[in-house]
T-cell receptor, first 113, second 109 residues
C-alpha cells in the first residue's frame, strides 16, 4: 500500500543507452513531479504534471521526456544516457496544483557507466 | 528568486537539542516546510508552518519563522539516534517547492 512507488530502485546502465523510470501514486493526487538529487544531495525539480498536463519544465536536456498516461502515473524516459545523468531521481505527488505538501517515492538510483 | 540556503553539517549528542537554520529569498509562498531524508530513502514531510505564523510547536519539533529576515529554523528537542538524517527546508511558490541544499544531522550516542 505504498503511496508513491517508483521502479526500479536501482538502475545501472551504459552510456548511450535509453532507459525509463516509472512512478505511480495511489493517493488520488492531481500533481506529480520528478526531481533529481545529485551526489551533494542537492534536490532540483525537473518536471511537474497536473492532471496529465505539463506545468513545470525546468532547464532539462530534451533527452529527458516525461509521460503521464493518467494522473496516477508519471514516467520518465531518458535517451542517450550520459555520465552526468548519474543521480537519484525522485518522484513526488501533491494534492491540487501544488506545490503543497509533497509525498515522495523512495527514489531510483541511476548509475551510468 | 527561489534560492534557499542551509548550512551543511551538524553533529549533536543524544539528548541534546539540535537547531537547523535556513534562509530563503522568495517571500511569496504561503507555507514553508521541513523535510527529513533518511539514508537510502525519499523525503518525508516533518512539519510545515503557515507564512503568517512566527512559531509552530509539534511534539519535539519547534519551527521559528522570521519573515523580516527570511529565516526559518527547526529545533529538535531531546535529539535521538533516529533523528540522524538530512533535513531540507523548502519554500513553496510559483507552483513548485525550492529546496535548500540540506543539513546533515549526525546524532552521537
Amino acid at each position: 500500500d505504498t503511496a508513491v512507488s517508483q521502479t526500479p530502485k536501482y538502475l545501472v546502465t551504459q552510456m548511450g543507452n535509453d532507459k525509463s523510470i516509472k512512478c505511480e501514486q495511489n493517493l488520488g493526487h492531481d500533481t506529480m513531479y520528478w526531481y533529481k538529487q545529485d551526489s551533494k544531495k542537492f534536490l532540483k525539480i525537473m518536471f511537474s504534471y497536473n492532471n496529465k498536463e505539463l506545468i513545470i519544465n525546468e532547464t532539462v536536456p530534451n533527452r529527458f521526456s516525461p509521460k503521464s498516461p493518467d494522473k496516477a502515473h508519471l514516467n520518465l524516459h531518458i535517451n542517450s544516457l550520459e555520465l552526468g545523468d548519474s543521480a537519484v531521481y525522485f518522484c513526488a505527488s501533491s494534492l491540487g496544483q501544488g506545490p503543497g505538501i509533497q509525498y515522495f517515492g523512495a527514489g531510483t538510483r541511476l548509475s551510468v557507466l | 528568486g527561489e534560492d534557499v540556503e542551509q548550512s551543511l553539517f551538524l553533529s549533536v549528542r543524544e539528548g541534546d537539542s539540535s537547531v537547523i537554520n535556513c534562509t530563503y529569498t522568495d517571500s511569496s509562498s504561503t507555507y514553508l516546510y521541513w523535510y527529513k531524508q533518511e539514508p537510502g530513502a525519499g523525503l518525508q514531510l516533518l512539519t510545515y508552518i503557515f507564512s503568517n505564523m512566527d512559531m509552530k510547536q509539534d511534539q519535539r519539533l519547534t519551527v521559528l519563522l522570521n519573515k523580516k529576515d527570511k529565516h526559518l529554523s527547526l529545533r529538535i528537542a531531546d535529539t535521538q539516534t533516529g533523528d540522524s538524517a538530512i533535513y531540507f527546508c523548502a519554500n513553496g511558490g510559483n507552483n513548485r517547492l525550492a529546496f535548500g541544499k540540506g543539513n546533515q544531522v549526525v546524532v552521537i550516542p
